[in-house]
């Protein structure tokens, strides 16, 4: 949700092109015609994408399935003030932790 916001003000979102190249994966994962979210297949590898930018962070959860990447889960949480100040290590590390413990049934 908090990276929507950013994009409907028009803010330029900063980084280099690894994290660029992400986050236009997870867009064109979201915004690609198959159903939103899919269910999870359990003997087939799971693929986490994550992001983060000075405010927030999102985690994709996604599955190759018959040769095309879908969505499993993704989630997006804006970073608390303090949090805002952390390194770019310390808010990729919080992504992960928050993306290890919010979808505890996968």
Known sequence: ???????KKGVK????????????RIKEFLSHPSPALVSLQLDI?????????????????????E??????????????RYETRSSP?????LALVLASKKPRHY
């Not at 590898?45 to 399935?65: D, E, M, R, S, W």
């Open 1 to 7: 949700r908090a990276h929507f916001q950013e994009l």
């Open 13 to 24: 979102l900063q980084g280099d092109e690894k994290y660029e190249e992400a986050f236009d």
């Open 45 to 65: 590898p799971l693929f986490l994408y994550l992001t983060t930018i000075t405010t927030a962070t999102g985690a994709l959860l996604a599955q190759k399935i």
């Open 67 to 80: 040769g095309e990447e879908s969505v499993i889960y993704y989630l997006s949480e804006k970073f608390l």
């Open 89 to 93: 290590l310390g808010k990729t590390t």
